[in-house]
C-alpha cells in the first residue's frame, strides 16, 4: 500500500501516546502508524487492542536510547515525520533515580533527532519533528501568573530538567540545521489508560481498594488538568496546522488545589460504588512532602487556541465522572497493571512474529 505519510510515533504505549496512536490510525487511514515504544513498566500494549489489527499500524519494540535501534526504524520506513512521545515521565520516580531520565529523555531524544536529520539530508519540505514536552520545564508559580510561551525555563525536578534539555536540544537542532521542529508544552493529562502511580488514577484505585489515599505535604499544590482526548486533538492539529519553529502551550483552563481533588474523587467514586457520601474521605492520609515539589502550574494556551482554534472542554466534573466510570468498569485492566500481568501481554501478542 502507498501511504501519503509515515509517520513515527515514540511512546505510543504509554498513557497520552496509545490516545494519539489510535486517534492517527483511525483519523488517517492513508497514514502509516508506526509506534516504537520499549516498553518499560509505563508501557502497556493492552491500551492498543482495538487498532492493533488495523493494516496502517506497526508496532516496533524499540529503545530509543540505543542508537543503532533508532536508525535501523528510520531506514527501515523513510518517515516523514516523528511525534515523539517516549519519556520517563513521574517526577518521583526521577527523585528516587535520575539516571533513566537523563538516558531516554535527553540521550534518547537525540538520537531520533540525528536519525531525523540524517534520514531527510536537508530535504525538509513536509517534514516535521514535534516534540512533547511538559508545561514543569517554566518551574513553579506562586498563587500569580501563568505560563506562556515565552515564559523562561526554570525546570526544578530531575523529571523537568531532563525534558527541559531535551528541548533544549530540538530548539538547537532547528536552529542550527534547520530541522523543522514543533513543541507543546501541557499540563498534566487524565483519562483512561494512565498508570496508577499518577495522582488521579491512583486515587480512584486506593478508594475501590479501601487502602491510604496519600497526600503529600499539606495537598495545597495546584494543577492544571488536561483530558487526554483534548491533548490528542491539539496534537493533531498541531501536526498538521502548527507553524515549524514554534511551541505551543495546551493547558485544560482548569485549575485544582490537590485536596480538592482528591475530596471531588472520593464523593464521585463513592457514589458510583454506591458507598456512603463521605466515606472514603476517611482514607486521606496526609504524608511527607515530596521533595522540591512545585507549587503551581498554570497555563495560557490562548496562542493555540487563536491560531488553530483548539478549547479544552468546558465540563470538567462530567468528564473526570466518565474517567472514574472507566477505570471502575475496566477493573481487569487497572488489577493487570497492579500485579504486573500487562508485562505478559506483549509476549502473548508479539512473540513468534
Ligand atoms: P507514560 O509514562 O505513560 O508513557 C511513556 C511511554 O514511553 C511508555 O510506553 C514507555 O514504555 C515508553 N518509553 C520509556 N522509555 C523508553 C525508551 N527508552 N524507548 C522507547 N520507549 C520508551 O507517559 P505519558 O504520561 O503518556 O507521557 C507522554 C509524554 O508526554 C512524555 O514525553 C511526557 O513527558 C509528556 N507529558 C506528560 C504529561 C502527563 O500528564 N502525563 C504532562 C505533560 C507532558
Ligand atoms: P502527579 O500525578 O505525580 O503529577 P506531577 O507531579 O507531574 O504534577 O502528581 C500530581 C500532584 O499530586 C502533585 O502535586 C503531587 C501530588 N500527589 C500526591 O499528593 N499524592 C500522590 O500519591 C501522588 C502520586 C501525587
Not at 474521605?281 to 494556551?301: A, M, N, T
Not at 465540563?315 to 500487562?342: K, Q
Amino acid at each position: 500500500m502507498n501511504y501519503r505519510k509515515k509517520i513515527l510515533i515514540t511512546g505510543g504505549a504509554g498513557f497520552i501516546g496509545s490516545h494519539v496512536v489510535r486517534r492517527f490510525v483511525n483519523n488517517h487511514p492513508d497514514y502509516l502508524i508506526v509506534n516504537a515504544d520499549k516498553l518499560t513498566y509505563a508501557g502497556n500494549l493492552e491500551n492498543l487492542k482495538d487498532v492493533e489489527s488495523k493494516n496502517n499500524y506497526l508496532f516496533s519494540k524499540t529503545d530509543i536510547v540505543s542508537k543503532e535501534s533508532v536508525t535501523g526504524l528510520f531506514n527501515k520506513h523513510e518517515f516523514d515525520g516523528v511525534i515523539h512521545l517516549a519519556a520517563e515521565s513521574h517526577v518521583d520516580r526521577s527523585i528516587s533515580s535520575p539516571d533513566e531520565f537523563v538516558f531516554t529523555n535527553i540521550v534518547g531524544t537525540v538520537n531520533l533527532l540525528n536519525a531525523a536529520l540524517h534520514s531527510w539530508k536537508d530535504a525538509f519540505e513536509d517534514k516535521l519533528f514535534y516534540h512533547i514536552s511538559t508545561d514543569e520545564v517554566y518551574g513553579s508559580l506562586g498563587s500569580e501568573g501563568t505560563f506562556t510561551e515565552e515564559t523562561p525555563y526554570d525546570p526544578k525536578s530531575p523529571y523537568s530538567a531532563s525534558k527541559a534539555s531535551s528541548d533544549h536540544m530540538v530548539r538547537a537542532y532547528n536552529h542550527t540545521f534547520g530541522i523543522p521542529v514543533i513543541i507543546s508544552n501541557c499540563s498534566n493529562n487524565y483519562g483512561p489508560n494512565q498508570f496508577p502511580e499518577k495522582l488521579i488514577p491512583l486515587v480512584i484505585s486506593n478508594i475501590k481498594n479501601n487502602k491510604p489515599i496519600p497526600v503529600y505535604g499539606r495537598g495545597e499544590n495546584v494543577r492544571d488538568w488536561l483530558c487526554v482526548k483534548d491533548h490528542a486533538l491539539a496534537i493533531d492539529l498541531i501536526y498538521h496546522r502548527g507553524r515549524s519553529g514554534e511551541t505551543y502551550n495546551i493547558g485544560g483552563n482548569n485549575e485544582w488545589k490537590n485536596i480538592d481533588l482528591i475530596r471531588l474523587l472520593c464523593r464521585i467514586t463513592d457514589k458510583k460504588l454506591g458507598r456512603s457520601p463521605g466515606s472514603s474521605e476517611k482514607l486521606i492520609s496526609f504524608v511527607k512532602d515530596r521533595p522540591g515539589h512545585d507549587l503551581r502550574y498554570s497555563i495560557d494556551s490562548s496562542k493555540l487556541q487563536k491560531e488553530l482554534g483548539w478549547e479544552p472542554a468546558p465540563d470538567f466534573e462530567a468528564l473526570l465522572e466518565n474517567t472514574v466510570d472507566w477505570y471502575l468498569s475496566n477493573s481487569s485492566w487497572l488489577e493487570n497493571v497492579l500485579s504486573g500481568d500487562y508485562e505478559k501481554y506483549y509476549d502473548s501478542m508479539y512473540s513468534g512474529r
